[in-house]
């Protein structure tokens, strides 16, 4: 017999293969490892703090987009909270509001990141990209495509010791970025996971959620391949 196999995936092995995909997360992209060891210029982290904006920016739409696609009122209960955690509740800070406060300790100012003038056109093509996706593909595979968070705890908690070891220059707020999403991260991954395995019930939808997981990680890895281009350019000299 030929094509794709059909079998339903048991639990723990539909887990682990997503799991497995955390090979192909951003960790250990060159960018992130010269961020991590210091080695980039105030130029290099005000560069991705700008274009780190735009994704920050368009993750309650993203997260908006899903919502409108599923018809679970349980599911929709638990996934508003992705939205009001970036927007802000009214009258409170939001992650977006924290993003600022990083990017402005980086020495930017305000307005040139709301402009997006540092913004790289591979960064908001990738961003777009995933945008895209949660608007237009089955919001289980949407929702899967966020299961990188699974991968994220353990970056920040080593990107915030790095940052403050290598760039103390940084003032005391600008880390409450990722000081508050360490908090939310965890438990939000294991909830995500949690209803992929859930709701992705026959092969097609567990493969599909296997390939949302590999798209994701392209596009997080395109957006440091376009800002890793961008900041490390040599100067023209003529
Ligand atoms: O700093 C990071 O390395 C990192 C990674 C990711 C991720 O893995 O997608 C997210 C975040 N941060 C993050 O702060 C965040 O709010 C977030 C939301 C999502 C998502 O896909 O819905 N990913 C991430």
């Known amino acids: 017999m030929t094509g794709a196999p059909t079998e339903v995936l048991g639990r723990e092995e539909f887990r682990s293969r997503l799991e497995s995909l955390s090979a192909r997360y951003w960790d ?13 210029r105030k130029e290099d982290l005000q560069l991705w703090a700008a274009n780190r904006w ?13 919502l409108s696609n599923c018809p679970d009122r349980e599911v929709r209960r638990q996934w508003i909270s992705r939205v009001t955690h970036h927007d802000g509740q ?19 100012d305000e307005e040139t990141v709301r402009s997006e003038r540092l913004l790289l056109p591979g960064v908001r093509f990738a961003v777009d990209a995933y945008v895209e996706f949660a608007r237009c593909r089955p919001w289980q595979e949407a929702v899967a495509s966020g299961l990188t968070e699974m991968f994220a705890p353990g970056l920040m908690r080593r990107r915030v010791l790095a940052m403050r070891e290598h760039y103390p220059w940084l003032d005391g707020g600008a880390l409450d970025y990722f000081l508050t999403r360490i908090e939310v991260t965890g438990p939000e991954g294991a909830a995500t996971l949690d209803l992929v395995l859930t709701h992705c019930r026959d092969r097609g939808s567990q493969d599909a959620a296997v390939a949302a997981l ?8 395109a957006m440091l391949d376009a800002i890793d281009h961008a900041a490390r350019r040599p100067a023209v000299t003529s």
Do not use: S
């Open 54 to 66: 735009y994704y920050q920016r368009m993750l309650p739409r993203k997260d908006a987009a899903i």
């Open 90 to 108: 009214p009258g409170q800070e939001g992650g977006m509001d924290r993003w600022l406060r990083l990017a402005e300790a980086t020495g930017l």
């Open 28 to 40: 250990d992209h060159p960018f992130h490892r010269a961020l991590h060891e210091g080695a980039l």
């Open 214 to 221: 590999a798209f994701k990680c392209e596009v997080l890895n």
